[in-house]
């Protein structure tokens, strides 16, 4: 099923990148934070300049995470997001540590930042995860403003969608042809953090897929599926259409792998090839894509349709996007 193409594209990400989790050899340019999408650059440099003020690493995922969701013209995460097919925005959005430390909210309402009440939960509740009218009322309980996410342009695309889509409870029925450059739009931020210790942390936040069916939650929020950070091993973060995700327990299954001694390059394409093999033509003209990191500080991303782009900031506060190699030329 791979083409050629794809799969020389997969090598020349992969070159240059040190191999083995845990190796002895040094990893060049060990990164600092990465996260899914090229607005990653901008959650990477609010997440560096927490780490510099001496805040933590959840300090730094929180603020990073925070920056999609205050912008009204990403439409998949916080203010501005899409909403679900009967008009709702509706947030996703998981923070975790390295040592079993977890938060989550999902099917949360008028509330700007996801990221922050999923920290709310971690720090303030005895439970990893509140959703829908519970989530809601813990927000406002914690003193989070009550905000209308959905923007005006927001509503256009929601109303200029109910003109002519059919909702039909299918899979793959969100994979169409979004209004913003005619792209698929999947773009949930996913970061992952660590230190010059080797700790690490990650949190991931989304308003999830455009016009989804109401109560829908996707990979994002889930531990194992949309986020997976564990002390001495490394993280990992997904993109994409969640559902082919969570059936797999995506990062949960990226992370397992580097424990067993893939690299985070590594790691993340043999995810994507289980996906694929899985699931056959049911993935056809889908994207998932995964993005990892070491403690040591090496990178792994890998997708299956070209188009995934991640941010890498190094530990000198450089901040690079790169195109994520794919499994199938398109
Ligand atoms: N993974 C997200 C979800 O399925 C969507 C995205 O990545 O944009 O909710």
Redesign the pocket.
């Known amino acids: 099923m791979t083409t050629r193409r794809g799969f020389l594209g997969g090598m020349a990400a992969a070159g240059g990148v040190a191999t083995v989790a845990g190796a002895a050899a040094p990893v060049r340019d060990p990164a600092m934070i990465v996260s899914?999408w090229d607005f990653g650059a901008a959650a990477n440099a609010a997440a560096f300049a927490k780490l510099k003020a001496g805040g933590s690493l959840i300090d730094a995922v929180e603020a990073g995470g925070m920056v999609p969701e205050a912008d009204p013209t990403n439409h998949?995460v916080g203010y501005g997001g899409y909403p679900d097919r009967d008009g709702h925005v509706t947030l996703?959005a998981v923070i975790m540590d390295d040592r079993g430390g977890v938060g989550a909210v999902a099917a949360l309402e008028d509330t700007v930042h996801a990221i922050s009440v999923a920290r709310a939960v971690m720090e303030k509740t005895p439970h990893t995860f509140i959703v829908g009218e519970g989530a809601t009322r813990f927000a406002r309980d914690q003193g989070f403003p009550k905000v209308d996410l959905l923007t005006p342009e927001a509503e256009k695309a929601w109303r200029d969608w109910l003109k002519t889509a059919q909702y039909k409870p299918e899979a793959n029925i969100?994979n169409r042809r979004m209004p913003r450059g005619g792209a698929l739009?999947?773009?949930?931020i996913g970061l992952l953090a660590r230190d010059a210790s080797g700790r690490m942390a990650g949190a991931c936040t989304?308003s999830?897929?455009a016009f989804?069916m109401r109560g829908r939650?996707?990979?994002?929020p889930q531990v194992g599926s949309?986020l997976y950070v564990e002390a001495g091993v490394g993280g990992a973060t997904?993109?994409?259409?969640?559902?082919e995700?969570t059936r797999i327990a995506g990062t949960a299954r990226v992370v397992a792998s580097m424990r067993a001694g893939l690299s985070p390059q590594a790691a993340c394409e043999e995810v994507v090839r289980h996906i694929a093999r899985l699931r056959g033509d049911a993935i056809k003209g889908v994207q998932v894509g995964f993005l990892a990191l070491s403690p040591q500080g090496e990178v792994g991303a890998f997708c299956l349709l070209p188009g995934f782009t991640y941010a890498v900031t190094d530990m000198a506060g450089r901040t690079v996007v790169k195109k994520g190699a794919s499994l199938f030329a398109a």
């Open positions: 899914t998949s996703d969100e739009d999947h773009d949930t989304t999830g897929m989804k939650v996707g990979d994002s949309g997904s993109t994409g259409l969640g559902e995700v």
